[in-house]
């Protein structure tokens, strides 16, 4: 009676973990290059997208330039430019379709700058620590 029940049990198993063909899943496996593979027109193929990095400018500050570096959040860099904090501006550049959140450098100054679809804005006044302050 075990046996039996153990091989209900297995053959249960087996017909239930079997994927169903058709569906919005479904494989075909006859397609043998891009240009047969039925995909949705707006599908976008890309796997970059450029983004713009606003910048806003501090009054009365240095009209001396510095390096603004821009990586993502896995450390790549994406671009180097030498930039002044004295004037507004923006700088474009292309970055993973998935990035979310930039960390930007200028001088001494770090920042977690968050994008939100193509643009993103960075001020240049540095987070002030005054948690030893009492």
Same mark, same amino acid.
């Given at each position: 009676?075990?046996?039996?029940?153990?091989?209900?049990?297995?053959?249960?198993?087996?017909? /239930?973990?079997?994927?169903?063909?058709?569906?919005?899943?479904?494989?075909?496996?006859?397609?043998?290059?891009?240009?047969?593979?039925?995909?949705?027109?707006?599908?976008?193929? /890309?796997?970059?997208?450029?983004?713009?990095?606003?910048?806003?400018?501090?009054?009365?500050?240095?009209?001396?330039?510095?390096?603004?570096?821009?990586?993502?959040?896995?450390?790549?860099?994406?671009?180097?430019?030498?930039?002044?904090?004295?004037?507004?501006?923006?700088?474009?550049?292309?970055?993973?379709?998935?990035?979310?959140?930039?960390?930007?450098?200028?001088?001494?100054?770090?920042?977690?700058?968050?994008?939100?679809?193509?643009?993103?804005?960075?001020?240049?006044?540095?987070?002030?620590?005054?948690?030893?302050?009492?």
């Amino acid at each position: 009676m075990k046996k039996i029940f153990l091989a209900l049990a297995l053959g249960f198993a087996v017909a /239930s973990c079997q994927k169903d063909a058709s569906g919005p899943g479904a494989v075909n496996n006859n397609v043998e290059n891009f240009t047969q593979l039925k995909v949705a027109d707006s599908f976008d193929w /890309s796997t970059t997208k450029k983004i713009t990095l606003n910048l806003e400018k501090v009054v009365n500050a240095t009209n001396r330039p510095s390096l603004l570096t821009v990586k993502d959040t896995e450390g790549h860099t994406l671009i180097k430019q030498m930039v002044r904090m004295d004037q507004d501006g923006s700088i474009d550049f292309v970055a993973p379709s998935k990035t979310k959140t930039l960390e930007v450098t200028y001088g001494i100054t770090t920042k977690e700058v968050s994008v939100t679809g193509t643009q993103g804005t960075f001020d240049f006044l540095p987070v002030l620590d005054d948690s030893d302050l009492d």
